[in-house]
């Protein structure tokens, strides 16, 4: 059974940080790309950041860059989103993704059921 599993959600007031983590299970993880998603109040599911399946390489939103670091644990089949210098305008309801990847022409993604972050004084 595939199991794509967010917490670490929460309230935290401006400037302050969250860690983010996404349990995976029921997949060959190490086989999928991962991302961190998000949609604010009234607003389209965005990318937030992505990283390879080895983990090689990341890639960030521009409005993310340099306040949010993507990581993962291919033995511990989780991933990580560390959010710091947090913004009111980070609040949103964050989803787990994960991408199949090792063969192209495969096409498999599955997603987790989303974790509230509110960032308010």
């Known amino acids: 059974q595939v199991q794509v599993v967010e917490s670490g959600g929460g309230l935290v007031q401006p400037g302050g940080s969250l860690r983010l983590t996404c349990a995976a299970s029921?997949?060959?993880?190490?086989?999928?790309?991962m991302s961190w998603y998000r949609q604010g109040p009234g607003k389209e599911r965005e990318l937030v950041a992505s990283?390879?399946?080895?983990?090689?390489?990341?890639n960030y939103a521009d409005s993310v860059k340099g306040r949010f670091t993507i990581s993962r644990d291919n033995d511990k089949n989780t991933v990580t989103l560390q959010m710091n210098s947090l913004k009111p305008e980070d609040t949103a309801v964050y989803y787990c993704?994960?991408?199949?990847?090792?063969?192209?022409?495969?096409?498999?993604?599955?997603w987790g059921q989303g974790t509230q972050v509110t960032v308010s004084s």
């Open positions: 993704k994960a991408d199949y990847a090792f063969i192209s022409s495969i096409k498999s993604a599955f």
């Open positions: 029921g997949f060959t993880f190490s086989r999928y790309a």
């Open positions: 990283i390879t399946m080895t983990g090689s390489n990341t």
